[in-house]
């Protein structure tokens, strides 16, 4: 069975300034990885996602994400952030081989301030 | 436009009382999924359906119960023996158990 740990349960930050929200876990063997972003009262959106290939992931407003094996890490980064950049972040992971249901974190919330 | 719609937004229910939550997807996806989430425990699966007519309890299923006779409807009952029903609810879809899950908007249900 996988988990996922997200070490930070809130990241405050002041606009324009990088941000790395972490997430670590734990598995027995190969896995997908996964960034999903929720706003208030909202389901979760997809950010990105780690299936195979680079272990560098980004998305199309700026984050990124780093597979690290070794250290069995996820996290993610963004040089600047917005105001609007304000919302949970969720890191997820499944396991390639077999049923594997996605087993989430339990989310950093991204608070942006001016 | 392709998606999954859960009814309603918000919910109340009176102790005792079962509710049945909505959802559909038109992705034409097999699986989708049931999460419960409440503030600082992430989400946390309830039940699960790869395919019609066949489900599997996650990890929090006592207290509720699901169906799949479509392949694009998978409600979600919460009896009266689920304890603290009160939460956010949200319904998923996938094309596969292990790959990445499409969310609805989630329904709010609150006991009274």
């Known amino acids: 069975a996988q988990s996922v740990t997200q070490l930070d349960s809130q990241v405050p930050v002041f606009e324009e300034a990088p941000v790395e929200l972490r997430c670590n876990y734990s598995?027995?063997?190969?896995?997908?990885l996964f960034w999903y972003v929720q706003y208030p009262n909202q389901g979760l959106q997809l950010l990105l996602k780690?299936?195979?290939?680079?272990?560098l992931v980004k998305s199309i407003n700026g984050f990124e994400a780093e597979f690290n094996k070794s250290q069995t890490s996820f996290h993610l980064r963004k040089p600047s952030v917005h105001i609007s950049d304000t919302a949970e972040y969720f890191c997820a992971v499944s396991e390639k081989a077999g049923y594997s249901t996605l087993t989430f974190g339990k989310g950093t919330m991204l608070l942006v301030s001016p | 436009d392709g998606g999954i719609t859960q009814s309603p937004k918000y919910l109340f229910r009176k102790e005792g009382q079962n509710v049945t939550l909505s959802c559909e997807q038109n992705?034409?996806?097999?699986?989708m999924y049931w999460y419960r989430q409440d503030p600082g425990q992430g989400l946390r699966l309830i039940y699960y359906?790869?395919?019609?007519?066949?489900?599997q309890k996650g990890d929090i299923a006592e207290g509720y119960s699901v169906s799949r006779e479509k392949k694009e409807s998978f409600p979600l009952t919460v009896t009266s023996a689920q304890k603290n029903p009160t939460a956010f609810y949200l319904c998923?879809?996938?094309?596969?158990?292990?790959?990445?899950?499409?969310f609805g908007q989630g329904t709010r249900l609150t006991v009274v």
């Open positions: 992705l034409n996806h097999d699986a």
């Open positions: 359906s790869q395919i019609v007519n066949d489900f």
């Open positions: 780690y299936l195979s290939g680079s272990t």
């Open positions: 998923a879809s996938s094309t596969g158990t292990n790959t990445e899950a499409f």
């Open positions: 598995s027995s063997v190969s896995v997908y």
